[in-house]
Nanobody
Framework: QVQLVESGGGLVQAGGSLRLSCAAS????????MGWFRQAPGKEREFVGA????????SYSDSVKGRFTISRDNAKNTVYLQLNSLKPEDTAVYYC??????????????????WGQGTQVTVPS
């Protein structure tokens, strides 16, 4: 089992920034990929980015590439999602998730068995 606890959402004006945190515990995280997903009202859950713990590889969706960055703090077993240049269309509930490392590069949320509780990000138009 992997337990994930998220924090850091909020309301921010367009063009602003937020940093989301995902604190992980449970299994040896080097065997896992940490994914970030988001879901806006009435829309499907979509892939935002992923971080492979053992080598630091990252991947991002085209919609956030260049604006969002994933990083980690090994000592805290925490992964961060830095959201810059936010747009109203970034408004969603953001989730972190974990899957075994071989799923890195796969964007389907159903491949991730472990999920955080979600945190709301709102960017008013």
């Amino acid at each position: 089992q992997v337990q994930l606890v998220e924090s850091g959402g909020g309301l921010v004006q367009a063009g602003g920034s937020l940093r989301l945190s995902c604190a992980a515990s449970g299994r040896t995280l080097s065997n896992y990929v940490m994914g970030w997903f988001r879901q806006a009202p009435g829309k499907e859950r979509e892939f935002v980015g992923a971080f492979r713990w053992n080598d630091g590889s990252t991947s991002y969706s085209d919609s956030v590439k260049g604006r969002f960055t994933i990083s980690r703090d090994n000592a805290k077993n925490t992964v961060y999602l830095q959201l810059n240049s936010l747009k109203p269309e970034d408004t969603a509930v953001y989730y972190c998730a974990a899957a075994l490392a071989h799923w890195f590069g796969v964007t389907e949320w159903s491949r991730y068995p472990y999920w955080g509780q979600g945190t709301q990000v709102t960017v008013p138009s």
